[in-house]
């Protein structure tokens, strides 16, 4: 049984990406105002980039095992994974957002100005990119698959444009996880 009309698959990628990546670039940007979310204590603020980090390299599990399921046939286990990874990621994101607005902004790097300049901010640079290149392609293929019964669903774009989100994801979140390397470990 279909839960999306299919003729509202484009135009409902369109609406949710636009609104989800104003809402992060706005968090990023300073638009948000620190009053619209509860204040949290300290600790709870220094705690998101670890959560967040055992977030990202648990969504590059469970992509991966996703990945493995649909390869081996098995459709039940990669709708599981392929949920599940898109859940950690929306964890991931209020989580990353709740910190952005709640302490005025993104974090500072650390460390010396030429790690900034030619390490950091080139892989922060490269994972927000692929980061927000996901979102449509995410969008797309989880309203297919809503959309569309399995016995149809390989009529659609759902797996060549699943494979290229996917693998963009797992750059993405692997990258996600240097930067906190970075950031949070060596400086």
Known sequence: ??????????????????????????????QIPQSTVPAAPEWILDLIPHVNVAISATAIGTIALGWRAIRRGRIDRHRVAMLASFGLFAAF??????????????????????????????????????????????????????????????QTNHARVGRVAASLWLISFALGIVVYVLLHVTY
């Open 1 to 30: 049984m279909a839960y999306v009309p299919r003729e509202r698959i484009r135009p409902l990628t369109v609406v949710l990406s636009v609104v989800s990546l104003g809402l992060v670039f706005a968090a990023a940007g300073g």
């Open 93 to 154: 994101l209020v989580l990353y957002l709740y910190r952005l607005v709640a302490t005025g902004g993104p974090q500072e790097f650390p460390g010396p100005a030429a790690v900034e300049q030619f390490v950091y901010l080139p892989i922060l640079a490269v994972h927000i990119f692929l980061a927000v290149v996901c979102i449509p392609l995410l969008y797309y293929v989880l309203l297919l698959a809503g959309a569309y019964p399995l016995e149809e669903l390989s």
